[in-house]
C-alpha cells in the first residue's frame, strides 16, 4: 500500500538525473528482504512497501535524496542488497527507498585497509583487494551479494569472525561517511569509537555512504566436512579447533543431524544424519588440521583445495543463515533462533540445550571469538508450532544463561541486548529530528 503517492510527483521532480524506480510490483519487491524466515514477522511485515525506490551514484545524490525528504517529511529507507533476516530494510511507514547498488566505487585500498562506497559487494572488494594480498576481516554467508554497507548497519559478524570478534568490537569498522535528515542535510565522518553511534543501527540514524574497513592477510582457504560419532564430538572437536592458535582457521559450523540432510549439494558426499563440522582452514595448515580430526575421530567426507574451493559452490554458503536457508527449502514450518553461549571449554550448557530440546531445536554452532576467547554462536533450527512455543523456548535458554539475540522483531534494541544505545539514539536525535530514516525500528525514539 502506498503511503506517499501525492508527494511522489513532486519527489520525482525535486530528483530529476536521479535513477528511480515507480514500477509498484518493482519497489514492493525491493522493500522486501529474508523476513520470511520468521513466522512472527511475516503477518507484521507483509503488505509493508515503499513508494519509490531511488538509485543515487555518489553523495552529492544522497544529499539531494535526503533535502527532498526533509522537505517533504516523507520517510526513507536504505537498502543494500536486501540480504538481512529481520525486515531492516522494510519500509513500514512507506515513503522513499533509497538502494545502494549504483554506489560502487573502491575508493582506494592498501595493506590492511580499504575505502569503499556503501554499495560495493563484500565479494567485489575481496577481489580486488585479494590482487595485493588481503581480504576482509569478515563476510556474511550472502558475500557474493551483500554490500559492505549494509553488512555493516545490518549485521554482526559472520565468517572470519571465529579470529577477529565481531563488526562491533573496536577496530573492525575505522571510519563512516553519513548524510543527515536535518533541515539542512549535511555530510559527518565519523571516526574510532564514534563509529558505534551508526553500527548496526539498521540505518535509523544516518545515510551510510562510503566506510573505512579493516582488512586481513588473505590465505588460500581449504575446506573440508568432517563427520563425527555424535554432535557432542563435533562440537567440542569444534571448540578445541577455535582454541587451537596454532592452526589458521577461517569459519567452524556445526551441524547436528538431520541439518547437513537438507544441504542437497553435498549429498552425495555426507553420510544421511551425520553429525559434522564445515570448516575453513588455511592450506599450509593442513597437516596439524589432520591431526586434531584424528584426535577426534573424525571422517573427513568432503576436501577441497584453495584452487578448488575457488570454483563453484563454497561450503561458506552452507553456514550462518546460509543453513537457515537450506532447511527452510525442505521444511518450510521451520524457523530459527539465534544464541550465544557463555565461555565454557566443557560446553556443559551447549549439552544440557541439545538433550533437553533434543529434535525441536536442532543444533547449528558457529564459533566465533568474544571478548579474547573462542565461544559458540548457536544459529538453532526450530521446528515451530506457535509464537506461544517459541517464547517458552526463548524464555527457556535465557533462564539457563543463554543470550538470545531474538530474530523475531524487527525493533533495534529487543533483536539484540534489549537495552537502549544512549550513544544511537542521541546520534539520532541529532541527525534525524523529523524521525524520518526507517521509522518504528529503533524503540527508543518510538
Known amino acids: 500500500m502506498q503511503v506517499y503517492s501525492e508527494s511522489i510527483a513532486n519527489i520525482l521532480e525535486e530528483l530529476s538525473g536521479i535513477e528511480a524506480i515507480t514500477n509498484p510490483a518493482q519497489v514492493a519487491k525491493l522493500s522486501e528482504d529474508y523476513y520470511h524466515f520468521s513466522p512472527v514477522l511475516v503477518p507484521l511485515l507483509t503488505g509493508k512497501v515503499g513508494d519509490l ?22 520517510p526513507l529507507t536504505v537498502r543494500g542488497s536486501g540480504t538481512g533476516n529481520y525486515g531492516q530494510c522494510t519500509p513500514l511507514r512507506g515513503g522513499i527507498i533509497l538502494e545502494t547498488s549504483r554506489m560502487q566505487a573502491i575508493k582506494w585500498i592498501k595493506a590492511g585497509l580499504a575505502s569503499v562506497q556503501a554499495g560495493v559487494k563484500l565479494a567485489t572488494l575481496d577481489k580486488k583487494a585479494q590482487e595485493i594480498g588481503w581480504e576482509s576481516r569478515m563476510v556474511p554467508s550472502t558475500v557474493r ?65 562510503e566506510l573505512e574497513v579493516p582488512l586481513a592477510p588473505a590465505y588460500g582457504w581449504a575446506e573440508y566436512v ?77 576436501e577441497k583445495n584453495a584452487q578448488e574451493a575457488s570454483k563453484g559452490i563454497s561450503l561458506v554458503e552452507f553456514s550462518w543463515n546460509h543453513t537457515t536457508l537450506h532447511a527452510r527449502a ?36 558457529e ?11 548457536a544459529i538453532q533450527v526450530v521446528r515451530y508450532t506457535d509464537s506461544d512455543r517459541l517464547n517458552k523456548i526463548i524464555e527457556y535458554h535465557e533462564s539457563q544463561g543463554v543470550i538470545i539475540f531474538n530474530p523475531h522483531t524487527y525493533i533495534l534494541e529487543d533483536g539484540g541486548m534489549k537495552t537502549i544505545d544512549h550513544n544511537q539514539l542521541d546520534f539520532k536525535r541529532m541527525v534525524d529530528p523529523y524521525g524520518l530514516m526507517n521509522p518504528d525500528k529503533m524503540k527508543g525514539f518510538i
Open 367 to 377: 564459533f566465533v571469538r568474544a571478548n579474547g576467547v573462542v565461544v559458540p554462536v
Open 330 to 365: 525442505a521444511d518450510s514450518s521451520l524457523t530459527y533462533l539465534q544464541s550465544l553461549f557463555p565461555n565454557d571449554p566443557k560446553l556443559n550448557l551447549l549439552q544440557q540445550m541439545h538433550e533437553y530440546f533434543g529434535d525441536e531445536v536442532i543444533m547449528h554452532l
Open 53 to 74: 525506490v531511488v538509485r543515487p551514484c555518489n553523495e552529492e545524490e544522497v544529499l539531494r535524496i535526503a533535502k527532498a525528504c526533509v522537505k517533504f517529511k516523507i
Open 145 to 209: 551479494s551483500a554490500t559492505v554497507g549494509g553488512f555493516i548497519a545490518g549485521g554482526s559478524g559472520g565468517i572470519g569472525s571465529v579470529l577477529y570478534g565481531q563488526l562491533r568490537d573496536r577496530g573492525n569498522l575505522r571510519a563512516v561517511r553519513v548524510v543527515t535528515l536535518e533541515d539542512q542535510p549535511r555530510i559527518i565522518e565519523l571516526r574510532g569509537d564514534d563509529v558505534q553511534k551508526v553500527n548496526h543501527a539498521y540505518g535509523t540514524n544516518g545515510i551510510i555512504t
Open 226 to 302: 568432517v563427520c563425527f560419532a555424535d554432535f557432542m564430538t563435533a562440537a567440542k572437536f569444534g571448540q578445541a579447533l577455535g582454541n587451537s592458535d596454532g592452526i589458521i582457521k577461517k569459519m567452524i559450523s556445526v551441524h547436528a543431524a538431520p541439518i547437513p540432510n537438507y544441504f542437497t549439494a553435498l549429498q552425495s558426499y555426507i553420510p544421511k544424519d551425520s553429525d559434522c563440522a564445515l570448516v575453513l582452514v588455511a592450506e599450509s595448515d593442513r597437516e596439524p588440521f589432520m591431526s586434531l580430526v584424528k584426535e577426534f575421530r573424525g571422517e573427513i567426507c568432503y
